[in-house]
């Protein structure tokens, strides 16, 4: 059974920076693809950053030039490092990993709260 599991979050002033972490387990095979998401109150989830098995990425607009996403494949693990956050990037954000079986497992979620 695949797991995700996110560590990372909390509170953080505007300006500042978190870095989120992703460990997926469970599975001989990693991932197609993995990436983050986020949901605020009353909004949709939203895609924030994905990265694929061969190292290609891609980005919300409104997070470009702030977050990178980057992966440790030995330990089937990703990383979001958050820079600059902003008020409006409060959110519970959650891992997605995408298997080759074509099987999508989610994490529990991880909550960012940018404050001052």
């Known amino acids: 059974q695949v797991q995700l599991v996110e560590s990372g979050g909390g509170l953080v002033q505007p300006g500042g920076s978190l870095r989120l972490t992703c460990a997926a387990s469970?599975?001989?095979?990693?991932?197609?693809?993995m990436g983050w998401f986020r949901q605020a109150p009353g909004k949709q989830r939203e895609l924030v950053a994905a990265?694929?098995?061969?190292?290609?990425?891609d980005y919300a607009d409104s997070v470009k030039g702030r977050f990178t996403i980057s992966r440790e494949n030995a330990k089937n693990t990703i990383y979001l490092q958050m820079n600059g956050l902003k008020p409006e990037d409060t959110a519970v954000y959650y891992c997605r990993a995408l298997y080759p079986s074509g099987n999508v497992y989610w994490g529990q979620g991880t909550q960012v709260t940018v404050s001052s």
């Open positions: 990265i694929t098995k061969g190292g290609s990425t």
């Open positions: 469970g599975s001989i095979f990693w991932p197609n693809a």
